[in-house]
């Protein structure tokens, strides 16, 4: 499956934005979906998910109550819903997909095949 990221942009502090990760190949719906992002010069982190056959999403404590994630199977589409963003969520997002994840790995980078080419966030202060 291929991952086209896409939604990012300059904000100001408590403004919003919509990623949106398309995906082509086999259905999404086979396969467990994440965001993850990178400030620059730090990891790569974990940001929200949801596993295969799973529209529950899960999310980091930073993202609880201000990001929300759903997924739109028939167009093969996940989403990033961003609200009251801060500039500490300046960083690149990037989705990523496998249909192997368990529970466990969920939020390791490691576990995910297929990546997205990221897109940038900014958020000034």
């Known amino acids: 499956v291929q991952l086209q990221a896409s939604g990012g942009g300059l904000v100001q502090a408590g403004g919003s934005l919509r990623l949106s990760c398309v995906a082509s190949?086999?259905?999404?719906?086979?396969?467990?979906v994440v965001w993850f992002r990178q400030a620059p010069g730090q990891e790569r982190v974990f940001v929200a998910g949801?596993?295969?056959?799973?529209?529950?999403?899960n999310y980091a404590e930073f993202a609880k109550g201000r990001f929300t994630m759903s997924r739109q199977n028939a167009k093969n589409t996940v989403y990033l819903q961003m609200d009251s963003l801060r500039p500490e969520d300046t960083a690149v997002y990037y989705c990523?997909?496998?249909?192997?994840?368990?529970?466990?790995?969920?939020?390791?980078?490691?576990?995910?095949?297929?990546w997205g080419q990221g897109t940038l966030v900014t958020v000034s202060s």
């Open positions: 190949g086999n259905p999404f719906s086979r396969y467990s």
């Open positions: 949801m596993k295969a056959y799973n529209s529950n999403p």
């Open positions: 990523a997909s496998d249909p192997s994840v368990i529970t466990s790995n969920l939020r390791s980078p490691s576990a995910y095949a297929h």
